[in-house]
């Protein structure tokens, strides 16, 4: 059983950054793999980036390739997405979620076991 909880998001201009954390508890952090997902109102949870467990193998959504990265410290049982270049249609909830999943990194949310409850980031024009 793994338990997520995301912090760092808020209110930003575009074209500025924030760096959202996803704390998980549970002792098979280290051997999942773990993404991050949006979604925004009214419309349906998306795919925005994912890390192997050891963080050797990443994947990113082509709109957020080049200005999002996705890291991970097994040590502090913690993932995080660093976000650049924010945009207004980056305006959503994100949400940190693990799989069970070891040798791929799957961008279909059914993949995914465990989810946190979001945290809303807001990108103003």
């Known amino acids: 059983q793994v338990q997520l909880v995301e912090s760092g998001g808020g209110l930003v201009q575009a074209g500025g950054s924030l760096r959202l954390s996803c704390a998980a508890s549970?002792?098979?952090?280290?051997?999942?793999?773990m993404g991050w997902f949006r979604q925004a109102p009214g419309k349906e949870r998306v795919f925005v980036a994912a890390?192997?467990?050891?963080?050797?193998?990443?994947n990113y959504a082509n709109s957020v390739k080049g200005r999002f990265t996705i890291s991970r410290d097994n040590a502090k049982n913690t993932m995080y997405l660093q976000m650049n270049s924010l945009k207004p249609e980056d305006t959503a909830v994100y949400l940190c979620?693990?799989?069970?999943?070891?040798?791929?990194?799957?961008?279909?949310?059914?993949?995914?076991?465990?989810w946190g409850q979001g945290t809303q980031v807001t990108v103003s024009s």
């Open positions: 890390i192997s467990w050891s963080g050797g193998s990443l």
């Open positions: 549970g002792r098979t952090f280290s051997s999942n793999t």
């Open positions: 979620a693990a799989s069970n999943a070891k040798f791929t990194i799957p961008t279909y949310a059914g993949s995914y076991n465990y």
